[in-house]
Nanobody, 126 residues
Framework: QVQLVESGGGLVQTGGSLRLSCEASGRTFSSYTMGWFRQFPGKEREFVATFPRNGGHTYYSDSVKGRFTISRGNTKTAVFLQMNSLKPEDTAVYYC???????????????????WGQGTQVTVSS
């Protein structure tokens, strides 16, 4: 079993920055994809950014591209999301996810991921 623990959420003003962290522990795998999703009240979870298991090109949703940056730690068990120029519409619960054997076409699909963190609230005030 894999446990994912997020941290770094909080309250920030419009234009501010936050850095989310996610640490994976438990069962280890040789390679895996780690990504971030978010969920607005009453909505389904939506893709934010992902770092594929092959370490290549990172992917972002159009709504965060140019403002958010995903990165992985040196040990590859951590993933970070640097969020800059935050807007009130970024307010959501942010989830870290880990996927095994994901293909490119599935990187943005929540159901394709195998493990999830508990979520961390990000609130951007106007």
């Amino acid at each position: 079993q894999v446990q994912l623990v997020e941290s770094g959420g909080g309250l920030v003003q419009t234009g501010g920055s936050l850095r989310l962290s996610c640490e994976a522990s438990g069962r280890t795998f040789s390679s895996y994809t780690m990504g971030w999703f978010r969920q607005f009240p009453g909505k389904e979870r939506e893709f934010v950014a992902t770092f594929p298991r092959n370490g290549g090109h990172t992917y972002y949703s159009d709504s965060v591209k140019g403002r958010f940056t995903i990165s992985r730690g040196n040990t590859k068990t951590a993933v970070f999301l640097q969020m800059n120029s935050l807007k009130p519409e970024d307010t959501a619960v942010y989830y870290c996810a880990l996927g095994l054997r994901l293909i490119t076409s599935a990187l943005r699909v929540p159901n394709a991921y195998d493990y999830w963190g508990q979520g961390t609230q990000v609130t951007v005030s106007s």
